[in-house]
């Protein structure tokens, strides 16, 4: 089946830096990808849409500014936490939809730890 | 390996009930997860279980025994919304989410 990775799995940062996450489809093309935040509830929030090519879509109350998303190729999208602080901590999954499909899958996440 | 398994494609009619079962085999376990996916859409959050046992949420219901390494979801009173696909994913020992292929619902008149 499909493969999403994201990369790193785990990361621990100072307060005031910036983190990368990566997610790549692995044995696909993704025109669209999605960023999740998973809060302690356990539910997961979605923070945006990210289409490959263009300016990601936010949902209300995600700070664009923040949470940066380049999707510059169609297997590649990152998520730049800038400016991190520790309620900044938790843990983050991308998914990704194939081109010319409907299925999304979904990375294995990764999970932030600001300090 | 690890290893989540459910069904590839279920069908079922409008107004009745469905379970999608789904067993798993982890690295540890910190909690098990529904989503729901609608075809090109983002994948919606449906619930969580850690303990074993029933957790109702209006017409679905997840259910989960850890002992045997297996949960469901119920969704009773069908709608013609509820064809999607329904993913299980398990939380591992490292915090990691692995999850099924995906059951793919059709609901029929």
């Known amino acids: 089946g499909a493969v999403v990775s994201q990369h790193p799995s785990w990361v621990i940062c100072k307060s005031g830096t910036s983190v990368k996450i990566e997610c790549r489809s692995l044995?696909?093309?993704?025109?669209?990808m999605f960023w999740y935040r998973q809060f302690p509830k356990q539910s997961l929030m979605l923070m945006a849409t990210?289409?490959?090519?263009?300016?990601?879509?936010?949902e209300q109350g995600v700070e664009k500014d923040k949470f940066l998303i380049n999707h510059a190729s169609l297997t590649l999208s990152t998520l730049t936490v800038t400016s991190a602080h520790p309620e900044d901590s938790s843990f983050y999954i991308c998914?990704?939809?194939?081109?010319?499909?409907?299925?999304?899958?979904f990375g294995q996440g990764t999970r932030l730890t600001v300090v | 390996g690890q290893n989540i398994d459910q069904p590839t494609e279920m069908t079922a009619t409008e107004g009745a009930i469905v379970q999608i079962n789904c067993t798993y085999q982890?690295?540890?376990?910190?909690?098990l997860f529904w989503y729901q996916q609608h075809a090109g859409e983002a994948p919606t959050f449906l619930s969580y279980?850690?303990l074993d046992g029933l957790e109702e949420k209006g017409r679905f219901s997840s259910f989960l025994s850890r002992s045997k390494g297996y949960s469901y979801l119920l969704l009773k009173e069908l709608q013609m919304k509820d064809s999607a696909s329904y993913l299980c994913?398990?939380?591992?020992?490292?915090?990691?989410?692995?999850w099924g292929a995906g059951t793919k619902l059709i609901i029929k008149p």
């Open positions: 998914s990704a939809i194939e081109t010319g499909h409907t299925e999304a899958f």
């Open positions: 044995d696909f093309q993704a025109t669209t």
């Open positions: 990210s289409n490959e090519g263009s300016k990601a879509t936010y």
């Open positions: 982890t690295s540890g376990f910190n909690g």
């Open positions: 279980n850690v």
């Open positions: 994913a398990v939380r591992d020992s490292n915090y990691q989410l692995i």
